[in-house]
Structures are given as structure tokens and as C-alpha cells.
């Protein structure tokens, strides 16, 4: 057992298999690319350095970086604080971006900004061109838009009755009969026994079936529930389950599982280095 900042982690230990030293020609490869990889992020951070500075030293221009750094700079369109300009590939589809262009540092003080980094290999610096105030748009500017967000809604709360009363004609006995099913364009599948990583069933319906009440086998009552996909809802019914074994699971679900032990370990290793490291550590104050 090994406590943590999140709490407490029980290990077992089901197999070990003693390191083995790999000869030259079978770890070359991986040491050029390790090599290479780790040159490349040692001049990204120098560059992002750089960036900083100059970003800092002169505030109220992006020329000096261009100047010494030869980065280019790009334009997005006019976007607001809580969406993305239209082009939802360019530097307003980043949350971090588009709360740094609305500060106050930068929106009212003309700031360059911190370099804000959107992803391990993309760093920028952002300034405001150019502004325009939030204002009221003429009722014919957006009565489409009011249109069709109207009936998304009433489309979706239709969905999300008549889920529900597929649920309560399902808990109480009642089944769906194909009259019901073509009169709303519905599909019942019945995949049989699934797995968590079975394909072909939407993650969110597989997630929410193993977090379900198991059904009770006495009564004959299936566990029954609602689940929200992106843009439908689902009625799934459980009737069965079958406990989980090691000694029956096939080699792909076995992989996965020992890939996400292995990054955990990984994770716990690390923490529990960082904490030895703090432990350790002895500060001493001078003047």
C-alpha cells in the first residue's frame, strides 16, 4: 500500500520478469530518435525563452520578435470571449486564448502577452489589433439563428420525453413493439454480453452500462437507464452481467489493461520521487 496526494493505492504483484540488457544494434534506433527528440525540446524551450523576453522587453509590439526570431505573425478573425471566430482551426479555438485577449492586460492595456502554450510543440505571444464593443445586432440579423436554435431545442426536449417514456414502458414490462420502433425511426440492438472496450458501441453507452445497478435475477427486472450522446439520446436496457476474471479475459483486453497499469506505475513513480525529492530538500536563507 502506498499513500499519496489522492489518496491511498493498493499494488499486487502478479508477474515479474527480470530485465534483460539489449545489445546496440537493437536499441540504436530508438536511441537516435531519443537523441533527436530530446534536441529538439531542448532549442523549443531555448526559442520559448527568447519569446518571453522579447515579449516582455517590448510590450507594445510584436516587430522585435519577428526581427530576432523570424516568426511570423498571423491575423484571426473577430472573435467574441465565449466562441471561436468562424475559422475553427485558427488560435481563437484555444479556451486559454481567447480568456488572455480579453484581459484586461491585454485588451485595455495593449500588452503583448505571456507566451501561452496551446500544445507541447506550439507556443505563441498574443496582442489586440483591433476591438469592437459588444453591441445588440438588429432582430433581422439573427432571427435564422433564433429560428433554428428554437427548434434544436424543442427537437432535443422531444427526444429526451420520449426517451423517457420508452424508460418507464420499460421498467414497467412493457416492450417495444416494432409498430412503436418504425413510427420513430428507432433501432433496438441487442449486442449480447459486451466488453468495456467493445467496438462498434458508443464509449459513453458502454461507460454508463458498467456504472448501472446490476438487474435483479430473482425478480426478472432489467436495470434500465437513459444516456445522452452528442447528438441523440439512448434507452439501455441491462438483463445480464457476468463477472470480470483475469483468467478469462482475451489478450487485446489484457494488453490494454497492462498498458494502463503500466502508465499508472509510471505516474506513481514519479510522484513518489517528486515527494522524496521535497522531503529532502534543505533551504538556506543568506543576507
Same mark, same amino acid.
Given at each position: 500500500? /502506498?499513500?499519496?496526494?489522492?489518496?491511498?493505492?493498493?499494488?499486487?504483484?502478479?508477474?515479474?520478469?527480470?530485465?534483460?540488457?539489449?545489445?546496440?544494434?537493437?536499441?540504436?534506433?530508438?536511441?537516435?530518435?531519443?537523441?533527436?527528440?530530446?534536441?529538439?525540446?531542448?532549442?523549443?524551450?531555448?526559442?520559448?525563452?527568447?519569446?518571453?523576453?522579447?515579449?516582455?522587453?517590448?510590450?507594445?509590439?510584436?516587430?522585435?520578435?519577428?526581427?530576432?526570431?523570424?516568426?511570423?505573425?498571423?491575423?484571426?478573425?473577430?472573435?467574441?470571449?465565449?466562441?471561436?471566430?468562424?475559422?475553427?482551426?485558427?488560435?481563437?479555438?484555444?479556451?486559454?486564448?481567447?480568456? /488572455?485577449?480579453?484581459?484586461?492586460?491585454?485588451?485595455?492595456?495593449?500588452?503583448?502577452?505571456?507566451?501561452?502554450?496551446?500544445?507541447?510543440?506550439?507556443?505563441?505571444?498574443?496582442?489586440?489589433?483591433?476591438?469592437?464593443?459588444?453591441?445588440?445586432?438588429?432582430?433581422?440579423? /439573427?432571427?435564422?439563428?433564433?429560428?433554428?436554435?428554437?427548434?434544436?431545442?424543442?427537437?432535443?426536449?422531444?427526444?429526451?420525453?420520449?426517451?423517457?417514456?420508452?424508460?418507464?414502458?420499460?421498467?414497467?414490462?412493457?416492450?417495444?413493439?416494432?409498430?412503436?420502433?418504425?413510427?420513430?425511426?428507432?433501432?433496438?440492438?441487442?449486442?449480447?454480453? /459486451?466488453?468495456?472496450?467493445?467496438?462498434?458501441?458508443?464509449?459513453?453507452?458502454?461507460?454508463?452500462?458498467?456504472?448501472?445497478?446490476?438487474?435483479?435475477?430473482?425478480?426478472?427486472?432489467?436495470?434500465?437507464?437513459?444516456?445522452?450522446?452528442?447528438?441523440?439520446?439512448?434507452?439501455?436496457?441491462?438483463?445480464?452481467?457476468?463477472?470480470?476474471?483475469?483468467?478469462?479475459?482475451?489478450?487485446?483486453?489484457?494488453?490494454?489493461?497492462?498498458?494502463?497499469?503500466?502508465?499508472?506505475?509510471?505516474?506513481?513513480?514519479?510522484?513518489?520521487?517528486?515527494?522524496?525529492?521535497?522531503?529532502?530538500?534543505?533551504?538556506?536563507?543568506?543576507?
Amino acid at each position: 500500500m /502506498v499513500k499519496t496526494k489522492s489518496g491511498f493505492i493498493i499494488l499486487k504483484l502478479i508477474q515479474y520478469t527480470a530485465p534483460k540488457a539489449a545489445s546496440y544494434e537493437q536499441v540504436k534506433e530508438k536511441v537516435r530518435e531519443a537523441l533527436v527528440r530530446q534536441q529538439a525540446e531542448e532549442q523549443f524551450a531555448d526559442l520559448r525563452d527568447k519569446l518571453s523576453d522579447l515579449a516582455y522587453e517590448h510590450p507594445d509590439s510584436l516587430s522585435f520578435i519577428v526581427k530576432d526570431l523570424g516568426l511570423p505573425i498571423k491575423e484571426t478573425p473577430f472573435f467574441s470571449r465565449n466562441g471561436a471566430s468562424k475559422l475553427k482551426t485558427d488560435l481563437s479555438s484555444y479556451l486559454n486564448v481567447r480568456e /488572455v485577449a480579453f484581459s484586461n492586460d491585454v485588451l485595455h492595456l495593449h500588452n503583448n502577452s505571456d507566451v501561452l502554450q496551446l500544445d507541447p510543440d506550439t507556443a505563441v505571444v498574443i496582442r489586440v489589433k483591433s476591438y469592437l464593443p459588444a453591441t445588440f445586432y438588429p432582430f433581422d440579423a /439573427v432571427q435564422a439563428q433564433i429560428m433554428e436554435k428554437l427548434k434544436a431545442d424543442q427537437i432535443q426536449e422531444k427526444t429526451k420525453q420520449l426517451a423517457e417514456n420508452i424508460m418507464q414502458s420499460l421498467q414497467a414490462g412493457s416492450a417495444l413493439t416494432d409498430k412503436v420502433l418504425k413510427q420513430y425511426h428507432l433501432n433496438w440492438v441487442e449486442p449480447g454480453f /459486451v466488453g468495456r472496450h467493445t467496438p462498434n458501441v458508443d464509449p459513453s453507452i458502454l461507460e454508463h452500462a458498467f456504472s448501472m445497478p446490476k438487474p435483479e435475477k430473482e425478480k426478472g427486472r432489467p436495470s434500465i437507464a437513459i444516456v445522452h450522446l452528442a447528438k441523440a439520446y439512448a434507452v439501455i436496457q441491462l438483463d445480464a452481467y457476468q463477472d470480470g476474471s483475469l483468467d478469462s479475459a482475451n489478450k487485446q483486453a489484457y494488453s490494454v489493461f497492462a498498458e494502463q497499469i503500466q502508465g499508472s506505475e509510471g505516474l506513481l513513480e514519479y510522484e513518489l520521487y517528486k515527494d522524496s525529492l521535497l522531503t529532502r530538500a534543505k533551504i538556506k536563507k543568506q543576507g
